[in-house]
Structures are given as structure tokens and as C-alpha cells.
Nanobody, 125 residues
Framework: QVQLVESGGGVVQAGGSLKLSCVASGSTFSRYTMGWFRQAPGKGREFVAAIRWSGGTGTTYLDSVKDRFTISRDNAKNTVYLQMNSLKPEDTAVYYC?????????????????WGQGTQVTVSS
């Protein structure tokens, strides 16, 4: 079992930055692929970014955030981060972190076994 708790959301103007954190507990964090998803009002849950257990170059992103967002992890702190720069109003959503045991179909939310409660990000124009 893995428990995930996100933080760092808030309200920011367009062009601003936020850094989300997700702290994991309850199991060996370093074994899991970690992902960030988001859900805007009236829309489905959307993949944002994922990072392999080993971090480094094992990352993948939604095309629309690739040059603005950076996912990273600190296995010693059981924490995964999402640095979000140049934020746009269309980035407004509840952001969730999630964990899965493998590295297959990481953009598919159904592959993830554990989810946090979400943190709200609102970008004003």
C-alpha cells in the first residue's frame, strides 16, 4: 500500500510558476513509477507527466506541457515534484499524483494503483 499526499497548489497569474509536491508513505517509494494527472471541471482525467523509479532521463510528458513543466523525484525523501512554469489559464485543474509498479502505458490512468487526493491549481488570465 502507498499513501500519497499532494501539496503546492494555489492561484497564480498567467505566466507564473508553481511547484507541486507529492509525498509517499507506506511502501518502497523508489520501486514505483510516479505520475501526475489533472482534471479540469467537466473534463476527464488527463495525463501530465511521469517519471521512472530511477528518475533521470526516464520521463515523459503531455506535449502541451513538455517545454514548461518538469517532473523530478527525490527517493530519499519519498517525494515527487512537478515544477510548472509559464502557466496558462488552460492549465487550471485539480492535479493528482499517482503511483504504479511498472513502466507500461504510463499515460493511462487505469494503470496506476494508488492516487492522492489532489491539489487545486488555478491560473488567472
Amino acid at each position: 500500500q502507498v499513501q500519497l499526499v499532494e501539496s503546492g497548489g494555489g492561484v497564480v497569474q498567467a505566466g507564473g510558476s508553481l511547484k507541486l509536491s507529492c509525498v509517499a508513505s507506506g511502501s518502497t517509494f523508489s520501486r514505483y513509477t510516479m505520475g501526475w494527472f489533472r482534471q479540469a471541471p467537466g473534463k476527464g482525467r488527463e495525463f501530465v507527466a511521469a517519471i521512472r523509479w530511477s528518475g533521470g532521463t526516464g520521463t515523459t510528458y503531455l506535449d502541451s506541457v513538455k517545454d514548461r513543466f518538469t517532473i523530478s523525484r527525490d527517493n530519499a525523501k519519498n517525494t515527487v515534484y512537478l515544477q510548472m512554469n509559464s502557466l496558462k489559464p488552460e492549465d487550471t485543474a485539480v492535479y493528482y499524483c499517482a503511483a504504479e509498479a511498472g513502466w507500461t502505458k504510463v499515460t493511462d490512468s487505469s494503470e496506476y494503483d494508488y492516487w492522492g487526493q489532489g491539489t487545486q491549481v488555478t491560473v488567472s488570465s
